[in-house]
């Protein structure tokens, strides 16, 4: 750890902004984490419990499993359900509309993790250029016995500087490529799960109990 500290005093101001950049990196990471897995649901069994509510006419069923679900997918459902005893754009309008407020959420502040990715790699490339024009310009005022010592000085520094910068972007990318995956994952579950649905409610008006739909609401 002293090794560490070391290195990093010896990478100068430029460290503080890398530090940053990393810290915000890693909680954005752990917050987009926590919300994807909150939010995911095995969309399969979810639909098949589904199916089996809306062919037995149980829509009131249908509507409180959803509600339990407690995840984006059961949102936007639910919003579709109840609206099963009006016509099939209305069903389609309430679902989009749903999903509107629902699909920004999973994607929200993702794509920042490339941001910071990138400005750390040029924090770290910019305090190794001010690191080498510090070094190179105390070596020209300087008498030859001290010169090797002030330009291994500055090239630590501007070395410490690209390292950090590297190793805070490799992070955030690693980060962005694994919540981006899982975010696409999530979405085109939502999206086959809920035209799915629509087309059960669709095609099985005559079985399903409409009462239900207002005493859920």
């Known amino acids: 750890m002293g090794g560490l500290m070391e ?3 010896e990478g100068g101001w430029a460290m503080h902004l890398i530090l940053f950049f ?3 990196g890693l909680g954005f990471t752990i917050e987009r984490a926590v919300y994807l897995y909150k939010s995911r649901i095995d969309a399969v069994q979810f639909v098949a419990t589904l ?5 037995a006419g149980d829509l009131g069923r249908a509507i409180k499993l959803c509600s339990a679900s407690n995840a984006p997918l059961g949102r936007i459902v639910k919003a579709g359900l109840l609206k099963a005893n009006r016509p099939d754009e209305e069903v389609q309008s309430a679902m989009d509309e749903t999903a509107l407020i629902e699909l920004p959420k999973i994607e929200h502040r993702t794509p920042f993790l490339g941001l910071f990715a990138n400005l750390s790699m040029l924090c770290g490339l910019f305090g190794t250029v001010v690191g080498l024009i510090g070094a190179f310009g105390a070596v020209a005022g ?3 016995s001290s010169k090797a010592t002030m330009l291994a000085k500055g090239i630590s520094e501007a070395m410490n500087c690209t390292a950090f910068g590297l190793l805070t972007a490799i ?8 919540l981006n995956g899982v975010t696409q994952g999530l979405l085109d579950d939502i999206n086959a799960a809920t035209v799915q ?3 059960l409610v ?3 008006r005559s079985k399903v109990n409409v009462s239900a739909v207002s005493e859920a609401a």
């Open 202 to 204: 669709v095609n099985n």
């Open 51 to 55: 199916q089996k509510c809306i062919l």
């Open 197 to 199: 649905v629509l087309n």
């Open 7 to 9: 290195h990093y005093r």
């Open 171 to 178: 992070t955030c990318l690693v980060s962005f490529a694994v």
């Open 142 to 144: 300087a008498d030859a």
């Open 22 to 24: 990393l810290i915000l």
